[in-house]
């Protein structure tokens, strides 16, 4: 039986678990500094114990592998970390980026991660391939633990990356956002622009009226597509210092974002609470269909879009992973007549426990209305 292992992510974490009198036996440190704990470490016997990508001074060190413990090193000259025991925010993706500095997001953590990315996928490098398979382990754990801390009822919000933030669909898709939040669901998306933007945009913006959004639309759309890149992202965070998201409005504007550098060229948005950012975009690619457990909606979108409708039918029809979410169709002429997915996915659940849980519809209300039944059915007590 394999027993599940204690996490220590950061040295507060480390300090109480201390003061407390644990054990530091089967631990697994993530990335900490440990060269101020010396006589700590040297205090117990750390068997089983995993330290990844942590320092330590030579004393510790000696004792930590005398007595039985594991270490894997950091890899030499990468921009990223291998073994970060959290989810990225905005302000860590986009340090470096100066807001109204022309060329700054070239400086960003998230565009140099992507430049190293770019260059390493030119030649076969194990070690590479290695530290970003680390890499998306970590973010997986981070978002896992992130998951299970609270109550996140996650509904992802699928749809095209190349909605103009000037088109009507990107209010609707804000205002989608907006109400899921307020019926206290957590947001996911595939984290870039466009539909994904717009959903999470108003899921920050929830604690704030029709007004406000109004007028951040407004923002926006002076900069309606994500390019050039610069006043595409100074429009966001313009955004952003209008309208300060307050300490007490944190949990309840949460929101998770699932990008990858795969697709880097397509900045993060810059609204999401929290990003599980991935190199491999296929774990990236299941993993945001299956945190969607309380349901996904589809905005219109083209090819990406309808392989993850058809992936997440997928997961469905086959009750991967052991209940069946609803599938939310946002728009009937787009999904019926210019791209008819709908009548073909009728058809696939037809017999199946999922079909009960298809939607379309132009409403966001009726929208949040399914998704609130679907919480309903799935927890009656409550």
Known sequence: MIEQRHEIETIAELDLHLLAG????????????????????LRSPLTNALFLGCKLEAEAATHANATGALFFPDLPNLPYSMYRGALYSVAELYAGYEQGVAGSYEQAFDCRVYRHYSESRKVSDIVEDLAQRIHDHAITNALENWLAEGEHKVASVMGGHAL???DPMYRTVAKLGHELTLAGFC????????????????????????????????????????LPTDAWLDAAFEVRKMFP?????????????????????????????????????????????????????????????????????????????????????LGKKYWTEDKPVYPLLEKLAAGHDYARWLCISDDVDEIVEHLKAYTKARHPGE
């Open 22 to 41: 644990g054990s530091l036996e089967g631990r697994v440190f993530q990335e900490l500094d440990l060269r101020g704990h010396t006589a700590a470490l």
């Open 164 to 166: 103009s933030r000037a």
């Open 187 to 226: 947001v996911a998306t595939g984290g870039g622009p466009g539909a994904m933007e717009a959903s999470h945009l108003g899921a920050y913006l929830a604690t704030r009226g029709s007004e406000e959004l109004e007028a951040a639309l407004a923002v926006l759309a002076r900069a309606p597509g994500m």
């Open 245 to 329: 998201m307050a300490p007490e409005h944190e949990s309840t504007c949460r929101s998770i974002a699932v990008p990858t550098w795969l697709y880097g060229h397509e900045p993060p948005n810059a609204f999401a609470t929290h990003f599980a950012k991935y190199f491999d975009n296929s774990v990236r690619e299941e993993g945001v269909l299956a945190i969607g457990m309380y349901g996904i909606v589809f905005a219109p979108g083209s090819a990406g879009t309808i392989q993850e409708i058809f992936q997440d039918a997928a997961q469905n029809h086959y009750n991967t992973y052991g209940h069946v979410s609803p599938m939310v169709f």
